[in-house]
Nanobody, 122 residues
Framework: QVQLVESGGGSAQAGGSLRLSCVAS????????IGWYRQVPGKQRELVAR???????DVVGSVKGRFTISRDNAKKTVYLQMNSLRPEDTAVYYC????????????????WGQGTQVTVSS
């Protein structure tokens, strides 16, 4: 079993900053991709940013230049530094990971954290 535990959500004023962290634990052989999605009520969950095992990143256009994703492989941790926050960034942010759990298998399993609320006021 794999667990993803997020921290760092909360409230900020527009233009402010927050930093999210997510630690992965459990039966993990390798973390292939790890990142962040967000969801607001009534809308689909959307990708914010993810980082691949080789270090390349996918970042949604609306946060490019404002949010930075990074990972610490040794700590099995991913971070999302959010600067220049806007009210439209208000959402529940979910950590997500696609992992391989065994050294002799290539099947990837996807896991989600419990979510952390980010609220940005104008």
């Amino acid at each position: 079993q794999v667990q993803l535990v997020e921290s760092g959500g909360g409230s900020a004023q527009a233009g402010g900053s927050l930093r999210l962290s997510c630690v992965a634990s459990g039966s993990i052989f390798s973390i292939n991709r790890i990142g962040w999605y967000r969801q607001v009520p009534g809308k689909q969950r959307e990708l914010v940013a993810r980082v691949h095992s080789g270090g390349s990143t996918d970042v949604v256009g609306s946060v490019k230049g404002r949010f930075t994703i990074s990972r610490d492989n040794a700590k099995k941790t991913v971070y999302l530094q959010m600067n220049s926050l806007r009210p439209e960034d208000t959402a529940v942010y979910y950590c997500w990971a696609s992992v391989t759990v065994r050294s002799d298998a290539t099947t990837e399993f996807q896991y989600w954290g419990q979510g952390t609320q980010v609220t940005v006021s104008s």
